[in-house]
């Protein structure tokens, strides 16, 4: 989804776009652009994704 936004993004409205990275800490919500550099994006929410994967595929 993120990947689908940011071609989008690319094509269209790059100027317009900025991308974010919440992140909820015990002092409240820490934000992070991230818009230069998606790979922080993506390595983070990587490891949930095999999670559920994984939990789909019913792979230990």
Same mark, same amino acid.
């Given at each position: 989804?993120? /990947?689908?936004?940011? #071609?989008?993004? $690319?094509? =269209?409205?790059?100027?317009q776009t900025?991308?974010?990275?919440?992140?909820?800490?015990?002092?409240?919500? /820490?934000?992070?652009? #991230?818009?230069? $550099?998606? =790979?922080?994006?993506?390595?983070?929410?990587?490891?949930?994704?095999?999670k559920l994967?994984?939990?789909?595929?019913?792979?230990?």
């Open positions: 989804m993120i /990947e689908a936004l940011k #071609v989008y993004s $690319d094509r =269209s409205i790059k100027e900025h991308f974010y990275f919440n992140k909820l800490t015990p002092e409240g919500v /820490e934000v992070k652009e #991230v818009t230069d $550099d998606l =790979s922080f994006l993506f390595e983070t929410l990587s490891l949930p994704f095999q994967e994984q939990t789909v595929l019913g792979i230990s």
